[in-house]
């Protein structure tokens, strides 16, 4: 049980405290005082992650608290209640907490029961032993692990690893024949063979837009998008680097001692551009894509070993990107409404922030979690490995490789920005 003291200043000689055992609870005190929910908010925010024990002191003024507030309020409740233990930056919802908010307010966006137990049926049987991820034939040019830096090579990957897409119908930029982000991973595996020093800071923090230029060219006309960007990002993530981490993403490694929250940290505080983070409804929410990822890719390519080794692996979510939301509506386990899809299918770009981009993004990822959930429940009592968010993930965005045609009939958000 947690309990919240707020004092108003009209209730000095206040009534006693009412101890809020649940949410029913919370909202039934709150109608029953008619509360003024920003006093509330502001006192809530500042007060709460000192203090343990909730009360609410009855409060005369007759305002009205709306279902909305309420959810918002409840948030930022379990929000105090996590933050000593999992709360990334100070006053924004981690990304699980994120999507659970976000996917409970949302407006444009539903996630549905139905479609969830779908697409858990069709994992199931790929679940042998542990979660088998679909075979998108592209393991060649992964980052190789045993390259002598290995661990900077996935993080230069990752700080690249934003918007591939192009317009319905126009020239894709691909390398080597790989499209969207095999065809980053082509680009990078190509410059290292060739001798070009892309996994060192030193080299791509002052690194020119015709070395980067060369580095990513493609086999056609069409050119990788946001190249100015992609530019300042090396040369942001390059220069911090030497500046704090000895030039090489090993010491970030190093001090985060084999834990991902920490690792996360240590990211999204240090590394502007890994701070994906946005405002909806008035609280602070953080989807963080890039950064999970480039955890989970480490535990994932060291095969949990070594610089891959994370103990708290299971913390992260899925990673919200604009391919994954695609296979959960070909499920049915997202839906979008009529205005949202006509334009998704009209190409209609999504500004970077905006409630809909969001939407889609937090209920992705509650979506995920859910679905994690349910895998769980339908695996009690056998000897096999749950998956955790990072698997399901890789799990769906391969899935979406590989039925790249069937998935066609579903279209996909797009966004210019440089966080997926
Ligand atoms: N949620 C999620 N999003 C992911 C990835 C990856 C690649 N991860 C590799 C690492 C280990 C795995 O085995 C994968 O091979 C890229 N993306 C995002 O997709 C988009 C491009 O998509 P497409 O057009 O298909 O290339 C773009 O936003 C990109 O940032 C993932 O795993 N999960």
């Known amino acids: 049980m947690i309990n919240i003291i707020i004092p108003f200043p009209s209730t000095a000689a206040a009534d006693a405290a009412v101890p809020l055992s649940n949410e029913d609870d ?13 006093v509330i908010m502001s006192l809530f925010v500042i007060r709460c992650p000192a203090i343990a024990k909730v009360c609410l002191i009855k409060n005369r003024k007759n305002l009205f608290l709306s279902a909305a507030l309420f959810n918002k309020l409840s948030f930022i409740r379990l929000n105090t209640h996590i933050s000593n233990n999992n709360m990334v930056r100070e006053g924004v919802l981690p990304p699980a907490e994120s999507g659970e908010f976000i996917a409970k307010n949302a407006q444009h966006v539903k996630i549905h029961e139905a479609g969830l137990e779908k697409l858990c049926e069709e ?14 034939g592209a393991d060649i040019i992964h980052p190789d ?3 002598d830096k290995a661990a900077d090579w996935v993080f230069v990957a990752d700080a690249l690893n934003f918007c591939f897409w192009s317009y319905s119908g126009a020239q894709k930029w691909t390398v080597d024949g790989h499209s969207g982000y095999y065809a980053l991973e082509a ?3 190509r410059a290292i063979k060739n001798g070009i020093d892309i996994t060192n800071p030193k080299y791509y923090s002052k690194i020119t837009e015709d070395e980067l230029r060369s580095i990513m060219k493609g086999d056609n006309e069409a050119t990788i998008p946001l190249f100015e ?16 981490y000895n030039g090489t993403f090993e010491t970030c490694l190093k001090e985060a001692n084999k834990s991902a929250v920490k690792l996360l940290e240590i990211i999204v505080k240090n590394f502007p551009c890994f701070r994906d ?24 390519f060291f095969g949990g070993t070594g610089w891959g080794e994370f103990k708290d692996i299971d913390k992260m979510t899925m990673f919200a990107d604009y391919r994954v939301p695609q296979v959960l509506v070909y499920f049915g386990a997202l839906s979008y409404t009529d205005e949202l899809m006509e334009k998704l299918k009209k190409d209609i770009l999504l500004p970077s922030g905006s409630e809909e981009e969001v939407e889609i993004r937090g209920c992705s990822i509650h979506a995920v979690e859910l679905l994690k959930k349910r895998i769980e429940e339908k695996l009690a009592g056998r000897s096999v490995e749950v998956p955790n968010s990072s698997l399901i993930d890789y799990y769906l965005w391969c899935y979406r490789r590989k039925y790249a045609d069937a998935m066609e009939t579903i279209p996909f958000h797009k966004t210019l920005g440089i966080y997926y």
């Open 145 to 147: 692990k045993d390259h």
């Open 123 to 136: 994992m199931l049987p790929s679940i042998t032993n542990k979660l088998e991820i679909p075979d998108t």
């Open 26 to 38: 919370c909202l039934r005190t709150l109608n029953c005082f008619g509360v003024h929910v920003n």
């Open 187 to 189: 680009a990078l595996a």
């Open 277 to 300: 983070e946005a405002t909806f409804k008035g609280q602070k929410v953080a989807l963080y894509k890039r950064a999970q990822i480039l955890v989970a890719d480490l535990w994932n």
């Open 229 to 244: 960007q992609r530019v300042s990002v090396l040369h942001e993530v390059g220069s911090i680097l030497l500046e704090k």
